[in-house]
């Protein structure tokens, strides 16, 4: 027996199927993936900016805005759910670059269970920051590096407007839009990370995320962070290692030390109950009943499927060829959500029967999205870094 409240959330309907998870603790109850619980909106795949570590590097496909036509068949198929999911403006652009993005937020307030939006914030106006707490727009992340020092090629800094965001929603007796920081660390910037956090609190800043820098080129890849975080012997936990419950200990140099010897030997390691060293990949976008929308009106399963692009990992290039569904100026959200071969592949990762890529890149099949050595075809997604815990977003 559950509440109705839980039972709508997860999607958790008559005849649903579901995957019950024995762990050392309990069972635990995954959502079906027949739910669509969360739906990734690109308003347009244009930015303000020309970061050093953007997927655009890496891509040589046309760019635009969503059309007014594309977006009222985002809005017709958010109408037609029995459960109204949360939608995030955001994908590979830049969603305040959007001549219509007030409209489009105020548009699918109305439909939706939940509107968050991701930026760099740059664009940010007085203006505009007023119109986001009037239309009640429910969370504000911000993609930063740094919290002082500059983001774009002429120095300008988030600084001011978010200080701007905290002093209107004060005067405006507003508690939204919910402010958030992602952080994409790498080496030169990982340092600054307590500064950010210090200085967000100030700001009213209340949730945050940190993700890793994924290379588009191979310039950026000795910025990464997690070289030995994905490799088989360093991150996976043996079967036939001992269990080591590990208590909560001073985080200083020895610690850290032993900590991290136990980590690459594979022991079974847990800290008050939950695993450090997972082995087995999981996609976020799949455990959170997600889909994602692109600019042209191409739905695809996830944001690592929506564009083609070249990603680095150990300094070799991985092509990924985008993966789309359909498009909603063909065919309903509700169709697509619901082909059988939409249904199949979500199952497929759901169970996550995919070679380990990311640490293997033992053969050429690593190379691409397109097949794999466990016999999947494309798109397979044993090399995604989103699914072994290294990249994040909201």
């Known amino acids: 027996m559950l509440p109705s409240e839980t039972r709508e959330r997860l999607g958790l309907a008559p005849s649903a199927e579901v995957v019950l998870e024995n762990t050392p603790n309990g069972v635990t109850l995954h959502r079906p993936t027949t739910h669509l619980a969360k739906i990734y909106l690109e308003p347009t795949s244009r930015c303000n900016l020309d970061c050093p570590m953007c997927i655009r590097r890496s891509w ?24 109204k999911p949360t939608v995030v403006l955001g994908g590979f652009g830049e969603p305040l670059f959007h001549p219509d993005v ?35 727009l429910d969370a504000l992340w911000f993609s930063v590096d740094r919290f002082h020092s500059g983001v774009s090629g002429d120095g300008a800094t988030l600084l001011p407007n978010i200080e701007r965001l905290n002093y209107l929603r004060r005067r405006m007796s507003s508690r939204v839009p919910e402010t958030g920081f992602v952080f994409v660390a790498t ?31 191979s310039d950026m890849c000795d910025q990464t962070l997690y070289r030995r975080a994905v490799d088989q012997v360093e991150s996976s936990a043996s079967t036939w290692a001992p269990a080591i419950e590990w208590p909560r200990m001073d985080l200083d140099q020895g610690m850290l030390r032993t900590l991290d010897q136990l980590l690459r030997s594979r022991y079974n390691v847990r800290l008050n109950g939950a695993g450090l060293n997972p082995s087995e990949g999981r996609c976020p976008f799949i455990s959170t009943g997600a889909v994602a929308v692109s600019w042209d009106g191409a739905v695809s399963p996830c944001l690592g499927l929506m ?17 789309a569904l359909g498009n909603l100026n063909d065919l309903s959200l509700d169709e697509l959500w619901n082909d059988p071969q939409h249904k199949d592949f979500r199952k497929r990762v759901q169970a996550f029967e995919f070679p380990p890529c990311s640490w293997c890149r033992a053969c050429d099949k690593a190379e691409a999205n397109e097949e794999d050595c466990f016999g999947n075809a494309f798109p397979t997604c044993g090399g995604c870094l989103w699914a072994w815990g290294v990249i994040q977003c909201p």
């Open 307 to 323: 564009h083609s692009h070249v990603s680095y990992l150990y300094d070799k290039p991985r092509a990924v060829r985008r993966y």
């Open 187 to 217: 080496k030169s910037n990982v340092d600054d990370l307590p500064a950010l956090l210090q200085g967000g609190v100030r700001y009213g800043v209340s949730r945050y995320m940190v993700t890793n820098v994924l290379p588009y080129t």
């Open 60 to 83: 040589e496909e046309p760019q635009g805005n969503m059309s007014s036509h594309t977006f009222r068949r985002v809005l017709q198929g958010l109408k037609e759910l029995d459960y």
């Open 102 to 136: 007030l409209e489009m937020i105020a548009r699918a307030k109305e439909v939706s269970q939940r509107v968050e939006v991701i930026t760099n914030g740059l664009l940010l106006t007085e203006a505009m920051t007023s119109e986001l707490i009037r239309l009640e």
